[in-house]
């Protein structure tokens, strides 16, 4: 069962999970696998952008059979093992990440398709939620929006696209329908909660979220956004997964809190996608444009 790779630590429970052995084949050549008892036991991907992680040592045991996101998830076409993949670069670790026996090619740990890796680097400046919250209040024009109990937020509060600073009492849950058509940056900066309870995919909208906190319920399956927080917490679940289409950005050191894992372990808990439309849609926002020109003749 070598060629299996078990997963260290954890715990088989009840039957293989995908087909099983019939009289006369090899079980060698079979794709096993076997749910665990722990929901922060699945193994994560990410698709046309870097992995930067503060913690040394994190584990991302990738199985043997690798399956897309979902079935016909045009997003999701690599079935490699690789961490990272499509048009990825660097691989960011605080230490080394383990990304199981089966990543090994020639004695060699491959992360990704361009297999761009940096291991022990220490990133110096990289962006965070203070230092963006600093960035706009000093550097752009945005809406301030004081939030009490008695004054509902919705579609109107957001007339128009632009930067949205919340002042709140409460934590915030945030709805797509909002963001329907706009391209919208939102700072809840009180030190409240953005709470996401459902799917979050605005009729073409680009959204920006950043918050002291992200909650994202373990019945949430997709947000198409990009997410900026001190902290971000996928909610515990051992039936979905969480595919992010945007990307995701978490301050703290330990990382993102993952707490997904799936019935079938051929395929990613936690599946985050870089879209190049969307920041491209935010730049304005995100950035300073700066001209330099001189007169040659």
Known sequence: YNVIGWRAGKVCTGAPTSSTSNVGDSILNMPLFFTYN?????WFKVKDTSYNSRQSGRQNIVPYN?????VNDADDTDVSHDVLSGNSGLLVQDGRLEPGANAHIGGEVVYSTNNWQANGYAPINDISY?????????RKDFNK??????????????PSNGIYSIQ???????????????IIVLVIDSGKIALFNTDFIPTN??????????DIAPTVKEIDAI??????????????GLKIKGNLIDEDIAGVTMG???PDASRPSLFVVFDPKLYLNVLPYLSTSTYDWRQIQ
């Open 38 to 42: 722990n929901v922060s036991g699945g």
């Open 145 to 158: 929006i004081i939030k009490i109990p008695l004054i509902p937020l919705s579609a109107a509060s957001f």
């Open 168 to 182: 709140t009492t409460e934590d915030i849950t945030v709805d797509p329908t909002w963001f329907d058509n706009k």
């Open 227 to 240: 997410l900026i927080g001190k902290t971000v917490t996928t909610g515990n679940s051992d039936v979905d």
């Open 130 to 138: 203070s230092k963006y919250l600093e960035y706009i209040k000093a």
């Open 66 to 70: 690798v399956n897309r996101y979902n």
């Open 205 to 214: 909208g680009s959204v920006v979220v950043l918050a002291t906190k992200i």
């Open 260 to 262: 997904r894992s799936r």
